[in-house]
């Protein structure tokens, strides 16, 4: 079936530890046997169907981890979702249609639930067709009710059977974003272990790293400023880690020459994937550039009107639930702009997050790496709020290393900021807060009321 290859490499390393949950091990062979187990429990216990929707709520763990390729395997379609996401779980098993609600809580139990559903969605039904197993993933936009991305995993399957490295991966990124999945069949599939925990504290992470001499760390730069911020890493032994891994959102240059000077033995790296096509391959420049090689085998990139358009074997079928993100020649609309150099690409920003001020378009990023750059800013995000006379004003949250006055900071800043942007780009309004907001995916939440 579509896992044998997996399971093939499990068995040959079946006493090596593949797995470490909550600082529990677990080797090849206890995964084997408890795919094999809920492989029984799904189809003879709970009577689950091949070719079900099934929702499975959880977290990197054992439990539901053998669970998702124990499905994989009985050719269901898949609807992660992580315990701790604030999404309506209602809402979502009602968009991907799901038909059965497998929750697996802190203790690594699991609980079975039939929901009535019938799933018909075309989509669906070409994937049950072809008897291959499906993922339903949704996006993590910030208006509207969330895309629902339908796969035919078995396309996103294929890439695993190309061996590469394995290292002692900490699988920081959530269970239901393809990252997380992306990190965790790649470490598994190349008989590599996979370290995984519910606290993403980066006290936590950083005692991982020691504990279990973790080689590479998949992050976001959300996550890696708060490290900084925090200095966790001061505390712990970190010497293990070979690679630092990155996506998901813009990169502050200060972040990233911060950490390179803070971590000297270790590789950054940028990369690159989205919902609707998978992870492509990335080169950078350098460890200190932002500038990348997009694409791998697999993947074809071009730009049209300065946004990046990709297509993919392991393209989305489409959303169940909105339209067609595609052009007519098959490549998606990423909705990232883009500058370009020879073979490498910058990533600008979301097109969805320009602010228009008097008719100048304006990224956020770029003011927030301006900010980012002043004396006493740990960080700093920037959004756009409607004003009558220019149609939007630039506002900035501001979260400062160490007390300091408002009034005094807020003339500095402006006063740092005409020696490096254009006058509209500018905060007209800046607030000092003792926290920046992120969501459970570690990514700034951007509040645009432009």
Not at 125 to 130: A, F, G, L, M, T
Not at 283 to 300: A, Q
Not at 353 to 382: F, H, S, T
Request: glycine share 6%.
């Amino acid at each position: 079936m579509h896992i044998d290859f997996l399971i093939a490499g499990f068995e040959k390393s079946r006493d090596k530890t593949a797995l470490i949950c909550n600082d529990k091990k677990y080797t090849f062979g206890n995964l084997i046997d408890n795919i094999y187990f809920f492989k029984k429990e799904l189809s003879v216990k709970q009577n689950i169907p091949s070719g079900s929707t099934v929702l499975l709520e959880g977290d990197f763990t054992f439990n539901t981890i053998s669970l998702f390729l124990a499905l994989t395997e009985n050719n269901c379609i898949i609807v992660p979702l992580n315990s701790s996401s604030k999404s309506d779980r209602t809402e979502l098993a009602n968009i991907s249609e799901s038909e059965y609600v497998i929750s697996v809580n802190d203790s690594d139990e699991s609980e079975f639930k039939k929901t009535g559903v019938k799933s018909s969605h075309e989509y669906i039904n070409k994937i049950r067709d072809k008897k291959n197993p499906g993922l339903i993933l949704f996006s993590s936009g910030t208006s509207g009710k969330p895309k629902a991305a339908v796969h035919d995993f078995s396309g996103l399957l294929k890439k695993f059977r190309t061996k590469r490295e394995a290292l002692i991966t900490l699988n920081f990124l959530l269970f239901d974003h393809w990252g997380g999945l992306n990190t965790l069949f790649h470490t598994l599939s190349n008989s590599g272990t996979t370290v995984a925990t519910a606290d993403r504290s980066p006290d936590n992470i950083c005692r991982l790293i020691e504990e279990h001499k973790i080689e590479l760390l998949p992050s976001s730069p959300t996550f890696l400023n708060l490290l900084l911020i925090s200095e966790a890493y001061k505390r712990y032994d970190l010497k293990s880690l070979k690679i630092i891994s990155y996506g998901t959102e813009s990169m502050s240059p200060v972040t990233l020459r911060k950490l390179n000077s803070e971590f000297p033995f270790v590789k950054f790296r940028q990369t690159y994937g989205l919902i609707e096509t998978g992870v492509l391959r990335t080169k950078s420049k350098d460890d200190n550039s932002l500038w990348l090689k997009l694409g791998g085998e697999g993947f074809d990139v071009r730009v049209r009107d300065s946004i990046l358009q990709i297509k993919s074997e392991s393209n989305i079928l489409g959303y169940m639930n909105y339209p067609s993100p595609f052009t007519e020649d098959g490549y998606f609309i990423t909705g990232d702009e883009v500058e370009t150099d020879g073979e490498y690409y910058r990533i600008l920003g979301r097109k969805s997050e320009q602010i228009n001020i008097g008719g100048e378009k304006v990224y956020p990023a770029e003011i927030e790496n301006v900010i980012r750059e002043l004396d006493n800013v740990a960080d700093a995000i920037v959004y756009g709020e409607k004003n009558p006379v220019t149609g939007n004003i630039i506002c900035a949250d501001v979260r400062l290393i160490k007390d300091e006055n408002a009034s005094e900071f807020r003339v500095r800043l402006k006063k740092f900021c005409m020696t490096k942007l254009r006058a509209f780009k500018i905060p007209s309004r800046v607030k000092i807060l003792e926290e920046i907001k992120f969501s459970e995916r570690f990514k700034k939440i951007k509040t645009n009321k432009s």
